[in-house]
């Protein structure tokens, strides 16, 4: 049976059908897969019946695997796999997985494990979708920026509202600090689209202070949030989603009324980011040589 791609929506996401992703792909496979990813930007498969190695397999068709996470520790015995729990904190806020760090993942994969009985979709946004709806003269301003990203940011809840447990997972994640300098408007790589680079990450614009450059991220970050922009994808057992972390933004929306919801997270290392004028992202602090290879 050939693959078969079937469109979500308009701009984002489709489901991919006649490939069994628990045996190992041919080339043939990985390049038609790989080609829909750039198109789609987000691909879904059903009724995948995978395993944590399993899925660390699939994911290694397209390039060496990340470990779990910078700070944040992995599934048991698993160290490439990072359990997305809502025991463990809630990703309610629009990112781009690891862009604090110089190189983040190229790609991710999120396999459903526990789906609550109502809610817990995961939104996923192009942001190349974004960058071509601004007016000329803000992707002529984009075009220029570039934004300071780092895991040390500025938390939605203030810290008297952050009780003991909170308080330990926040520490955790920043137990490194990173901070890195990213274009604004990312070059894709495989595909040359632009994209906005931005999401909950990015901190400040280069050169401008930090109410500056809140004024103008949120200015831009509008327009990848846009519904249009959007895909809304509700979680049914067994499904794995793998999608493009260099051009989307991702949010897990967190109206299950606290029932278990559980994924397993799996990254594909990722190349430095290049801006329109080629020059690429630099690090200002932190290494994360232990984290990931650098993807050529």
């Known amino acids: ?25 041919d080339e043939e496979q990985v390049t038609a897969i790989r080609e829909a990813l750039n198109v789609h930007k987000a691909l879904a498969f059903d009724d995948v019946h995978l395993d944590d190695e399993g899925q660390q ?11 779990a996470h910078p700070t944040v520790s992995a599934v048991d015995g698993a160290p490439n796999v990072l359990p997305v729990d809502s025991e463990r904190g809630r990703a309610n806020h629009w990112h781009t997985d690891v862009t604090f760090v110089l190189n983040p993942p190229q ?38 920026l570039w934004a300071e990203h780092t895991n040390d940011y500025d938390y939605a809840v203030p ?15 920043t137990s490194i600090k990173f901070r890195t300098a990213h274009p604004v408007v990312r070059v894709h790589p495989l595909t040359g ?13 280069v050169g401008l202070s930090v109410g500056e450059s809140r004024k103008l991220l949120d200015l831009f970050q509008s327009y990848v949030t846009r519904p249009e922009n959007i895909l809304r994808w509700r979680w049914s057992p067994n499904q794995l989603v793998l999608f493009d972390n260099r051009i989307t933004q991702h949010y897990a929306i967190d109206n299950y009324d ?39």
């Open 1 to 25: 049976m050939s693959i078969e791609i079937s469109k979500v929506t308009a701009h984002i996401g489709a489901r991919v059908l006649g490939v069994d992703i628990s045996k190992p792909l």
């Open 193 to 205: 689209e632009r994209g906005l680079f931005i999401g909950g990450f990015a901190q400040r614009i």
């Open 159 to 173: 810290d008297e509202q952050i009780d003991e447990e909170q308080a330990a997972q926040r520490a955790q994640f």
């Open 258 to 296: 606290g029932r278990p919801r559980r994924l397993h997270r799996v990254t594909v290392a990722g190349d430095v980011p290049v801006g329109i004028e080629g020059k690429e992202s630099y690090s200002i602090e932190g290494d994360a040589s232990h984290y990931t290879s650098v993807a050529e």
């Open 57 to 67: 397999a699939f994911a290694r068709h397209f390039g060496d695997l990340t470990t």
């Open 107 to 144: 790609a991710s994969t999120l396999r459903s494990i526990t789906v609550p009985p109502y809610g817990g979709e995961t939104l996923i946004a192009s942001s190349a979708a974004a960058y071509r709806d601004l007016p000329a003269p803000l992707r002529a301003l984009a075009d220029t």
